[in-house]
């Protein structure tokens, strides 16, 4: 877990909201980022909203964002999210389409977020490219611009074009970006923070959910699980598998070990609550599953590179 990673500097990312953007989407894109930040306990993210003009922006039901900056005064930077959703067609004027080009040379990757991809389009930044939208209106997508190769996809990724279908798939692409930029474990961690992927057995079987949500299953069971950890085989178990089998659908999906990613969700805790918390050591140890403050140490210390101690220092 320590890696080169931690020091490098956040992305940068603007949020482009047009007036009847939903709330919906504008959290799940933007809580993902907040939640990656929060466990990593850095600024992996860091996110401005932007308006056409500098005036308040209203969403769909009726709560206003005041923009930070103007999208023509923004300086750029790795990621623009393009959020009209509600009344996109509208907001198709010769201006905000020349803005939206200008931007595409200053952001590395512009994403259309819900029905962000007909202003894309529009703008000529999908030509020749696979994209999709939310699926009402992909029909009409594909039939006003028939230069973009259109896909029911949930999510699309074309090199420096992404799209995606509506609020919900929004969620989904921001693990997906947070696992391609900081491993599998932060995305994990995330979608868990957020119920995300969690499966009833009494609802479903599990030996029918896909590898992800499995997977997803598992950790939501480990984090339920820190002070007194579970057994990996109890852990397959309860998800209808066995050690074997869980063992490989974490191989495949996250490259480590149940175990692995056990031991990396329980330091990750044992460092918040050092960060953040007047508990003694050993207290901490207690709650994170360890026999006893030096053995929690000792972990913490092949984790990230230091004692939980200076964590502490900087508590006073």
Known sequence: MHNSQETSPPRRIGVLLFPS???????????????????????????QFLGVDAAG????????VQPQARLM??????VLLVMPSY??????????LRALSAAAGRFHTVVGLDTGSWLMAAAGLLDGRRATIHWDEMDRLAERFPQVNITPDRFVIDGDRITCGGATTAFELMLHLIERDHGALLRLE??????????????????????????????????RNIEVPLPVGEIARRLGLSQ???????????????????????????????????????EIATRCG??????????FRRAFGHPPSVLRRQLL
């Not at 709330?23 to 993210?45: M, Q």
């Not at 969690?198 to 598992?218: C, G, N, T």
Request: aromatic share 6%.
């Open 21 to 47: 953007f939903s709330n919906h989407c504008l959290a799940n894109a933007v809580e993902p980022l907040r939640g990656a930040n929060t466990l990593s306990r850095r600024t992996l993210y860091d996110w």
């Open 57 to 64: 922006i209203a969403s769909s039901s009726g709560l206003t």
């Open 73 to 78: 005064d923004h300086p750029g930077g790795d």
């Open 87 to 96: 009344d996109f067609q509208r907001h198709a004027t010769p201006g905000v």
């Open 190 to 223: 995330v979608a868990a923070l957020f119920m995300h992927g969690e499966a009833d057995p009494h609802a479903e079987p599990m030996a029918r959910l896909s590898r992800d949500r499995l997977v997803q299953a598992a950790v939501s069971i480990m984090r």
């Open 244 to 282: 074997r089998a869980l063992e490989a659908q974490f191989a495949a999906k996250a490259a480590m070990t149940p175990r692995a990613v056990y031991t990396a969700l329980r330091l990750r805790q044992a460092r918040l609550l050092a960060g953040r918390s007047t508990m003694s050591m050993a």
């Open 290 to 299: 360890y026999a006893d403050a030096s053995a929690m140490t000792r972990a």
